[in-house]
């Protein structure tokens, strides 16, 4: 059965697209059939994987606006196994445009779902905001939210707003909307502030904080300028080795 997560965080440079690409990756490598859903209108992710933004030719755009046929627009790394709906800046009109359509928070699941038998695993990057877009993510969050949380103070005052909101999309439109974990992201092991970070979201979040800690790495930084994934790019690194870490304990984790 298709799991179809969504990695948000209204705070930029935490990780999000990063944890995406990487776990996508990792996962293919592992054999599942693995989709990534852009719906950045930055376009990070459809970038990360080799993609130039500004030659897509369809994409999550489409999808928002209701075309009733998406597949044509999924790109496929045939080197890595990995599947993309990409973004482009286009993306960035849909809020506006889908402003008086009916029902406009379910286009991006109704989207999804009419391909999800084709995967075993879709993730969701949303856009470092809190706006139309990121609702249609937590939407189409069908099996849960991934959160990556980066090991620094103000990161944690992010958390509660976010919570907020993920509340209001379930009482009001999802019930069944939930937190699949959380990911800490960028710990770096010589400073006190991220060994208090990982206690306190640990106390936020009891028992759904992924145990696979992503550390601070100039090789996860550099990756993304070659249009590839950690996995492919620095396989020895201590980046890599935390991402299929985490990608492994994710897939076992849906497999109990």
Known sequence: MTKIYTLVNQKGGVGKTTSTINMAAYLARLRQRVLVVDLDPQANATSCLGVDKLGVQGGTYEALLGETNIFPYVLLNERLNLSLLPSSPSLAGAEVELVDELAREMRLRKAVLSIADRYDYIFVDCPPSLGLLTVNGLMAAMNGVIV????????????????????RVRSALFPELEVRGVVLTMFDNRTNLSTDVVSEVNKHFPNQVFKSIIPRSVRLAEAPSYGLPISEYAPASVGALAYESLAKELLKGDRV
Do not use: N
């Open 148 to 167: 990556p949380v980066q090991c620094e103070y103000l990161a944690l005052e992010g958390l509660g707003q976010l919570t907020q909101t993920i509340e």
